[in-house]
């Protein structure tokens, strides 16, 4: 499971934030010593660091620079001052990624797991039961046969592969479908899951898409 | 400066000076003074006025003449003081000092009304900053309690950090100049952005989005052009109509600059109010039967085109459509 560490000064976003991310299963640590946060940052050795800017005894991109120079761990800058000044320096500091307050959850996911996939070189495609699915292609392969999937049936597919083990919301699709600038409706939505269960039915695995009603799908 | 006018002025003087050379004339006639003596002591003295006159005149030309000419020429009269010339005469030195002493005050009243709303400015950031962190931990809560009534909570939020986005664009359209960098922005993230932000209303009005961005790179500011385009495609939804609502965003390439159009189907405005819709306070009749407004957002968004460089204007005809069209030129001045 991967570790992400919240660095936040605000108590009620430090855990609805935890909550959140552990919900999505990734463990999280919160960094409790502001004072000491380079060390302690070391040493709990995090996957990931969400960092916001306005944190006491020390300014988040300073702390950014200072981590810079010793680690390479994945930092995503969580601020509520969005001028474009900052959202520069953050990045120049080093920053993987930069959020702005009030930010929409689904979408912190989404960039969290951006960032892993990044990081992690070889998720290019992803086995389930006997087949593979390659990601860059879109295709679905096991021994005896081979199918091409549509642009939205691909982000769909590999967004219910990654999320194995629990149930995908609608929205949570359908954000992800929108952050690849398809803008689909409700109904486009159900008429694609519908597509990609007869293509994966041709192949042989009938009932893999799972549907909860009023909650959403989950890989079998 | 005129010279009659002057004359005007001064006549007592001239007056009393002239009786008094009449006067003499004719005591020296009374004492039998010989004709042509009398005759060359009036000229002299006649002459003698009129220099004394004519100079006096033109010493004061001189200083007022110049006054006034640069007044006129001024653009900005209160800077009359740097351009008038050295006083001379105990006159002049008065009304310099005291234009001077007025100046001066007048410069220290503006001093604090400047400093007074420079002071509200940033306590008004620095508010909007604050108020945004309870924003996103009711968000975050939303989330995490997905429930039902979670969702209408979720829309309100989304609403009031609206809200409070105006507040805060507003602030900086005034005096802006600090806080924005154009760089190389690209079109398809930021509508991406912007649907993504605007994504549960338009599911739930039931709008379709197409999107069709054929220009990709324009030279503006992310964070500006973000909210611009926010501002109107909450608009488009605001003022949609019951059924079969569209929401078209396409950009295209021309000659000499980029257009980025946000077309609606919307109930669209009258032909009476679309040349004010741009003014500041103005809410319409749209703004005032259909929906609150405030009238501000239109406002703020063309100040912030102005600054940025941008064209924008609005097509609409009532019940058919309303196309709000951005335009970028293409010239690199802005680059660096």
């Given at each position: 499971m991967k570790k992400i560490m919240i660095i936040e000064d605000e108590k009620t976003i430090c855990n609805e934030l935890s909550q959140l991310l552990e919900n999505n299963n990734y463990e999280t640590i919160v960094l409790k010593n502001f004072e000491d946060a380079l060390n302690e940052i070391l040493y709990s050795s995090p996957d990931l660091i969400l960092l916001d800017i306005n944190i006491p005894y020390i300014n988040g991109e300073i702390l950014l620079k200072n981590l810079r120079k010793t680690s390479s761990i994945p930092v995503v800058m969580v601020t509520s001052r969005n001028s474009e000044i900052d959202e520069v320096l953050s990045m120049s500091y080093g920053a993987d990624d930069y959020i702005t307050k009030p930010y929409n959850p689904t979408i912190l996911l989404l960039r969290i797991s951006a960032i892993f996939k990044r990081c992690d070189t070889n998720t290019n495609s992803i086995s389930h039961k006997d087949f593979t699915f390659d990601v860059s292609k879109g295709i679905i392969k096991n021994d005896k046969d081979e199918i091409s999937l549509t642009k939205n049936e691909i982000i769909i597919f590999n967004l219910l592969l990654n999320n194995k083990n629990r149930i995908v919301s609608k929205d949570e699709i359908m954000t992800d479908l929108w952050n690849n600038d398809?803008?689909?409706?409700e109904n486009a939505l159900t008429v694609n899951i519908s597509r990609l269960r007869s293509k994966l039915a041709d192949m042989g695995y009938t009932n893999i898409i799972e549907t909860r009603k009023g909650i959403g799908y989950r890989i079998i | 400066m005129k010279f009659l006018k002057y004359v005007k002025d001064n006549i007592l003087n001239i007056l009393i000076y002239f009786s008094t050379l009449i006067l003499i004339c004719l005591m020296l006639g009374a004492f039998k003074i010989k004709i042509y003596i009398n005759i060359t002591i009036f000229i002299i003295l006649l002459f003698n006025g009129i220099v004394i006159i004519l100079l006096s005149y033109f010493r004061k030309y001189r200083f007022y003449n110049s006054f006034v000419n640069n007044l006129e020429k001024l653009?900005?009269?209160?800077?009359i003081l740097e351009t008038i010339p050295e006083p001379n005469t105990y006159e002049e030195k008065i009304m310099v000092n005291s234009l001077y002493e007025i100046n001066k005050s007048m410069i220290e009243n503006i001093k604090l009304h400047q400093s007074n709303i420079n002071e509200f400015k940033e306590f008004v950031e620095m508010w909007i900053h604050e108020v945004k962190i309870p924003i996103s931990s009711m968000i975050l809560k939303c989330h995490n309690h997905n429930e039902i009534k979670t969702q209408e909570f979720s829309n309100l939020i989304r609403r009031l950090d609206n809200n409070i986005d105006q507040i805060l664009y507003y602030v900086r359209s005034e005096d802006t100049e600090k806080d924005f960098i154009i760089s190389e922005v690209n079109l398809k993230e930021i509508v991406r952005n912007i649907s993504l932000k605007n994504k549960d209303d338009l599911l739930e009005n039931k709008i379709t989005l197409k999107v069709n961005i054929n220009a990709l790179q324009v030279n503006t500011d992310k964070k500006w052009l973000e909210f611009i385009l926010n501002q109107i495609v909450n608009n488009s939804i605001k003022y949609k109509k019951d059924n079969n609502s569209l929401i078209r965003i396409e950009s295209v390439e021309e000659k000499e600059k980029i257009v980025l159009s946000i077309y609606d189907n919307g109930i669209g405005i009258p032909e009476s109010d679309i040349t004010r819709?741009?003014?500041?306070s103005f809410t319409g009749t749209n703004g005032r039967d259909k929906v609150k407004s405030t009238g501000m957002g239109l406002y703020i968004i063309k100040n912030l085109c102005n600054k940025l460089g941008h064209n924008i204007y609005i097509q609409s005809k009532e019940n058919k459509y309303t196309k709000v069209i951005i335009e970028f030129g293409k010239n690199n001045i802005y680059k660096f």
């Open positions: 398809e803008y689909v409706n | 653009d900005k009269k209160y800077l819709v741009f003014n500041k």
